[in-house]
T-cell receptor, first 112, second 114 residues
């Protein structure tokens, strides 16, 4: 079974721009969660989608948003990019409930 | 809120040494506990997990026991290899914050020298 895939793997943007990251979960998984990883703050939960509905949300500003499609693929959008948004963005999928989350390789975003 | 505290790194050991990485947690209710590993340039891989008190998770020679009385989930391995060099994260997920919201420790970088 194919793992979680994330595109693109690397991205360079400038301040003020917006960016969209994509995540394709493992086949059959309906839950997709997003995390931000930075050297200073570590791994922080952004949000989780299940069956196209946001089910849980972390403490991030409204510039960070997401959505999930009927095939469970998910996108994350960050508007008005700031230098501090430079990070590795990881997505994870699971069947939902208390099942284990499986992580993708991440998208490395650099904001200049 | 829920939190995880991990042993400060980096940790450097010689091959075949015994490894312990300490992890303690604060949580409401009865969380599930996890150890994830991250190799350079990659995402996180689940190493092991435990879902209730006194459960022992194990995988690839690594072990951790869910200790409710000490709120701990320390990672151990009897004989480490160079290939174990990576960053290790302790994490929890709980019924209060949602099973799909993982709360991570700060990570411990492990380097094994031949």
């Amino acid at each position: 079974k194919a793992g979680v895939t994330q595109t693109p793997r690397y991205l360079i943007k400038t301040r003020g721009q917006q960016v969209t990251l994509s995540c394709s979960p493992i086949s059959g998984h309906r839950s997709v969660s997003w995390y931000q990883q930075t050297p200073g703050q570590g791994l922080q939960f952004l949000f989780e989608y299940f069956s196209e509905t946001q089910r849980n949300k972390g403490n991030f500003p409204g510039r960070f948003s997401g959505r999930q499609f009927s095939n469970s693929r998910s996108e994350m959008n960050v508007s008005t990019l700031e230098l501090g948004d430079s990070a590795l963005y990881l997505c994870a999928s699971s069947t939902g409930g208390a099942d284990t989350q499986y992580f993708g390789p991440g998208t490395r975003l650099t904001v200049l | 809120g829920d939190s995880v505290t991990q042993m400060e790194g980096p940790v450097t050991l010689s091959e075949e040494a015994f490894l312990t990485i300490n992890c303690t947690y604060t949580a409401t209710g009865y969380p599930s506990l996890f150890w994830y590993v991250q190799y350079p340039g990659e995402g996180l891989q689940l190493l092991l997990k435990a879902t209730k008190a006194d459960d022992k998770g194990s995988n690839k020679g690594f072990e951790a026991t869910y200790r409710k009385e000490t709120t701990s989930f320390h990672l151990e391995k009897g004989s480490v290899q160079v290939s174990d060099s990576a960053v290790y994260f302790c994490a929890l997920s709980g019924p209060i914050q949602g099973a799909q919201k993982l709360v991570f420790g700060q990570g411990t970088r492990l380097t094994i020298n031949p």
